[in-house]
């Protein structure tokens, strides 16, 4: 099972990080081992391309695996100010156009490309293609694997936290993997019911990402000022977390280390995601990673109803 890093916070996610802090994230993955990054054009308008092309740039490129995304065209603007609306605290200098034609993912690629200072992209995949299927499965994809058989992209698929689309699209495309994006995670598992069982069956590999729930499982006590969804936890879901926790910290592990192993037990998973923005975070990860909680916990989970 390899550990990954999930690039968002390179690209301002929540609040600004220097470009001195970003590269010392990505040298911290490095030397736990990390070896496939996640990033997105999405991420920061670019900025997360940016910084992770920067810091990868001395490292073998044989080593290490980054895969970004299309759907999401950067079109400069001349508005000013900040955006803030995706989440993300960066100048406003672009703003973003879905668009998932054959035109817009080749030309979303080579703007990937020219952002990350890379001569091909390792896994290539729709961005929350929801909304767009249509022209997303039928045009959109096909542009993928015609760049894959060009050999300007390795492996390609799509991701997404909506479970059922990317169910359909594993179903409708053939497609090499899939990122899930918060929907096979300790607090919940939709993915469990028919996208985890579909790749299976088909030989997709499944890249399990936002396996913190965008924050409310990255403490070992987790609180409502923690975010749910890029957005405010429901109290519901906050309760469930700390009743988790609690059930964790008797078997004397932590809730993110429970939420780590957790995303990595079904079959299906070939990585698990998990994001950071210091080097801290990615040695507490990776260390959490490394250390899986008693077996004992899984069923006690359950006993209590916290777990299927």
Not at 200 to 212: K, P, S
Request: glycine share 10%; with cysteine; hydrophobic share 45%.
């Amino acid at each position: 099972m390899r550990l990954g890093l999930g690039c968002a916070q390179l690209g301002n996610l929540y609040h600004e990080i220097s470009d001195e802090r970003a590269a010392a994230t990505v040298d911290a993955a490095w030397d736990a081992g990390i070896r496939y990054f996640d990033t997105a054009p999405h991420y920061g308008l670019g900025l997360s391309e940016r910084r992770l092309g920067a810091a990868l740039r001395d490292r073998p490129r044989d080593e290490y695996t980054v895969s970004t995304k299309v759907g999401r065209l950067l079109v400069p603007t001349d508005e000013g100010g900040m955006d803030t609306a995706e989440g993300f605290v960066v100048p406003a200098t672009h703003r973003r156009v879905r668009d998932f034609t054959r035109d817009g993912v080749r030309r979303s690629i080579e703007d990937s490309l020219d952002r990350l200072s890379l001569d091909r992209i390792d896994i290539a995949l729709l961005h929350d293609p929801e909304g767009h299927t249509e022209v997303a499965f039928r045009e959109g994809f096909p542009a993928l694997a015609e760049l894959r058989a060009e050999g300007v992209v390795g492996a390609v698929g799509a991701g997404s936290k909506d479970a059922g689309v990317l169910t359909r699209f594993v179903a409708e495309c053939t497609p090499d993997v899939v990122l899930v994006a918060g929907r096979f995670t300790l607090l919940e598992q939709p993915a469990r019911e028919e996208l985890l069982p579909a790749c299976a069956a088909a030989g997709v590999g499944v890249l399990n990402a936002g396996v913190f729930n965008s924050g409310l499982l990255a403490l070992e006590e987790p609180h409502d000022k923690l975010p749910y969804e890029y957005g405010t936890a429901p109290a519901a879901l906050v309760d469930r977390a700390r009743a988790i926790a609690a059930v964790c910290e008797r078997h004397g592990t932590s809730l993110p280390a429970a939420a780590l192993a957790f995303a990595g037990s079904d079959p299906a998973v070939t990585a698990v995601v998990v994001g950071a923005d210091s080097p801290d975070q990615v040695e507490r990860n990776a260390a959490l990673f490394g250390t899986p909680p008693p077996a004992a916990l899984w069923p006690a989970l359950a006993g209590a109803g916290l777990l299927p």
